[in-house]
């Protein structure tokens, strides 16, 4: 193929998604593509690698893509098959070559990646890593001109042109600086404007990119104004990245929250049991804040949701901050994820997190239910302490037990003991370092005992 054909076949491939936009399917508002990293330094003579990335990528068949650099500051040497298709390589055959232009540095590259038999590989992470030698001291834009995406229909996945950076010899640069805070809040179907301010050090030119957000915002990219009018309501994460042309890079990212109204309830957070708690029963009560609301005529509704594998159960219209789960819903050694929502009737808000809670194996509990629960648990002793401290416990039956360290944000740092004690009695050590053997700071700590329906609770302080 001569430099015309390959120009020629680059222009059509470049014209070939306005022409099937109109066949393309959700995923234009999901999938985005990145370069990673976005800005990459090396010394003259070394090799750089840069990695091209598909972010929720859904039903991926074939990827085409093409690269542009300066040939004068890195050569091309070669590209590999990246971890989003090898990790699915099994059952999958993988079809991957190159086409280059004929000449002994070329400034253009066409890579071509699909997946043979059995298509729908599924996931987020990098396609292809792309290998090059820096020849002289200077900047190099690596751009990625051309974009096919297309699943198993042959449906293409739109994507935007992305650019990195390989800057070659050069250190004293300085990064840019932002000045300005993002907004918080934009209403539904109403007109977002948000100017970005920077300034650079070296006063060089900066340009302005949108690396994540929603697909009803843009931004001028020598002007850094990001507009748009919100066409749904929730809350999305936005990352907006500023390039000073050098390799100096400046970052702001927030998370735009979008209304009805100006006046929505606010955020629900979830109280108990705690992030990734250990449950003794699958019978439990699930808490939340309470939400307050501007507009006092507003009647306040919350809304459960409940997921584990295929078990997905919302639970709606309820007036207090917290949920009863009876015997039955949930079954035992299994992991579950709970949020909560609040509504007033016009905006509905979410908690900004996805909490989990793991139910045990509860055999020996159910054997066991009928009979006295007799628990005694002295204070730790030594208290204060500095190495160890030791929680006596004596029990007059076997059951089941969880005994957690806790910091004063109630966050659980250590589980101490969690399954099936004998009757008698047991000391239970703590050595002031959390789950990951890591050494605690100094400070005031819970010790929590459940069992059942029992629940003791001891202070220690911890001193170094």
């Known amino acids: 193929m001569n430099v015309y054909q390959y120009q020629r076949h680059l222009l059509l491939l470049l014209l070939l998604p306005l022409v099937l936009v109109g066949a393309a399917t959700a995923l234009q508002a999901q999938t985005t593509v990145e370069v990673s990293p976005d800005v990459v330094q090396a010394s003259a003579g070394a090799n750089v690698s840069i990695s091209v990335l598909i972010n929720n990528v859904e039903d991926l068949h074939t990827a085409i893509i093409g690269v542009t650099f300066d040939k004068s500051v890195v050569q091309y040497i070669g590209s590999a098959a990246g971890s989003l298709l090898s990790s699915n390589a099994s059952g999958f055959s993988i079809f991957y070559y190159e086409s280059r232009k004929p000449a002994a540095t070329p400034d253009t590259v066409r890579i071509d990646q699909a997946i043979l038999g059995k298509a729908s590989v599924d996931g987020s992470g990098d396609v ?34 992305v650019d990195g950076t390989i800057v070659v010899g050069q250190t004293g640069n300085k990064s840019p600086e932002i000045s300005t805070e993002p907004p918080e809040r934009a209403l539904l179907a109403g007109q977002f404007s948000y100017a970005l301010k920077a300034t650079d050090p070296d006063g060089d030119p900066l340009t302005y990119r949108m690396t994540e957000g929603p697909d009803f915002l843009s931004i001028d990219e020598r002007s850094g104004v990001l507009t748009g009018v919100p066409d749904r309501t929730g809350r999305f994460p936005v990352s907006l990245r500023v390039h000073d042309g050098k390799g100096g890079t400046a970052i702001q990212s927030f998370r735009l929250f979008v209304s009805r109204t100006e006046h929505p309830p606010s955020i629900p957070v979830q109280l108990s049991p ?21 507009n006092p005529d507003d009647i306040l509704k919350y809304s459960v949701r409940i997921r584990s ?3 997905d159960t919302l639970i709606t219209g309820l007036s207090e901050t917290w949920l009863a789960i009876e015997e039955g819903v949930l079954e035992e050694t299994r992991i579950y994820s709970w949020t909560v929502n609040v509504t007033d009737g016009y905006d509905t808000v979410a908690t900004e997190e996805v909490f989990t809670f793991q139910t045990p194996f509860l055999t020996s509990v159910r054997q066991t239910a009928a009979l006295p629960q007799g628990i005694d648990l002295r204070a730790p002793y030594p208290n204060p302490f500095r190495a160890q401290t030791v929680l006596t416990l004596q029990m007059c039956q076997t059951q089941n037990i969880l005994i957690a360290v806790y910091d004063i944000n109630g966050r659980e740092v250590r589980t101490l003991v969690y399954g099936e004690l004998q009757a008698g009695e047991h000391m239970i050590h703590w050595d ?33």
Not at 135 to 160: C, D, F, M
Not at 275 to 293: E, F, H, I, M, Q
Request: proline share 3%; hydrophobic share 40%; glycine share 8%.
């Open 128 to 161: 292809f890593t792309l290998t090059f030698k820096a020849l002289r001291e200077g900047v190099s834009h690596v751009t990625i001109t051309t974009i096919e995406l297309r699943n198993s229909g042959n449906y293409l996945i739109p994507a935007e042109q």
């Open 432 to 464: 002031g370092r959390d789950a990951n053997g890591g050494s605690m700071p100094s400070g005031m700590y819970l010790l929590v005992l459940t069992a059942h329906d029992q629940r003791i609770l001891h202070n220690v302080m911890l001193m170094k």
């Open 274 to 294: 705690a992030n990734g708690a250990k449950l003794l029963s699958t019978v439990d009560t699930l808490r939340w804040s309470s939400c307050s609301d501007p």
């Open 309 to 311: 594998g295929a078990f």
